[in-house]
């Protein structure tokens, strides 16, 4: 009997030795109220944050720059062209973020009035802003992103793109300080489909007077300044004419801009992108059809335009 008490007191004593441990073990962990599961935080809150970091990161006060990407189905090549581009620019500390300008309507696409609405979303929040393909990454540390305060500041200028090098050139990645874009008053509205807002744009930027500079002192050229990821077999070009397109769109438009944009934002989203922070926008355009027909051009439509365009030649 007293055999059984002792062994039931040792027993006792030491559940009672490894409670106490567990207690000290407990205490001794750092404690913490702040929760790491992602409450739901108004997006404009957190998009005031992250403008709010650029004066903690940059005391210098360097300009910020907000790099608009048109886009529509390039998912793949916008995984690539963020962490390229944040890797590129972080390298200048440049004060940076990345716009994606999704187009959401069900209408073309349109480059030249994506970077408008692009440009009426930010233009409160930065300085100058960067008209930049999704599928034109540089490669020569070189290539300074800095704040264009003479002119139009041409990045991808002809003798330096993968693909485009007439003198005139101006498309792939331009950047522009606000006043200057607010001044041309943007870009035309006029061209949907693929191809010449760019040159457009160009004689809007020579009729106001306004210099092109481009990079210099760049010992690269055209096969290795730039990687030009677009895949032209896997995406095709929307290189359709229809109706009057064609006619109207070689002419100079000083009709349409900004102050005639046409949009609504559809949502806002804030994506992570190997560590990297994008937003993108949805954007609906509005189509006049009454000035512009071709914003949806089937292929009845177009060949009975090609027929027409036949029979009037």
């Known amino acids: 009997m007293i055999v059984h008490k002792s062994m039931y ?3 006792l004593a030491i559940i009672a030795l490894a409670a106490i441990g567990i207690i000290l073990m407990i205490s001794s962990l750092p404690i913490s109220d702040t929760c790491k599961c992602e409450n739901p935080v ?3 809150v957190q998009h005031e944050k992250f403008h709010s970091s650029f004066k903690e990161l940059h005391p210098s006060d360097k300009q910020k720059l ?3 990407v048109p886009f529509r189905d390039r998912f793949d090549e916008l995984l690539r ?3 390229h581009m944040s890797a590129f620019l972080n390298r200048q500390l440049v004060p940076f973020h990345i716009f994606v300008l999704n187009q959401n309507d069900r209408y073309r696409f349109n480059r030249a009035s994506l970077i408008n609405a692009g440009f009426l979303l930010v233009k409160d929040h930065y300085e100058y802003i960067a008209m930049h393909d999704v599928d034109l990454l540089p490669l020569n540390n070189n290539l300074k992103y800095e704040y264009p305060a003479e002119g139009p500041l041409h990045i991808s200028g002809p003798e330096f793109h993968p693909k485009y090098h007439y003198a005139t050139f101006i498309g792939g990645i331009l950047l ?6 607010q001044m041309l008053n943007g870009m035309s509205n006029r061209y949907w489909g693929w191809g010449l807002e760019d040159d457009e744009f160009y004689v809007r930027i020579k009729e ?3 210099e092109v500079f481009r990079p210099r002192n ?6 290795n300044t730039f990687l030009h990821v677009h895949d032209r077999l896997h995406r095709r070009r929307d290189t359709a004419k229809c109706f009057n397109q064609r006619e109207v769109t070689r002419r100079r438009d000083r009709d349409t801009g900004l102050n005639t944009l046409r949009y609504s934002l559809d949502s806002r989203r804030e994506l992570t992108i190997d560590g990297v922070a994008v937003t993108v926008f949805n954007i609906n355009l509005e189509c006049d059809k009454s000035q512009t027909p071709w914003c949806e051009c089937d292929s009845k439509v177009e060949a009975k335009s090609r027929l027409d365009s036949k029979t009037k030649t």
């Open 9 to 11: 007191l040792r027993f």
């Open 42 to 44: 108004d997006r404009d």
């Open 66 to 68: 907000a790099i608009l």
């Open 81 to 83: 062209f963020a962490p």
């Open 176 to 181: 522009l300080k606000l006043e200057h874009y």
């Open 208 to 210: 106001a007077g306004l």
């Open 218 to 223: 760049i010992t690269t050229g055209s096969e």
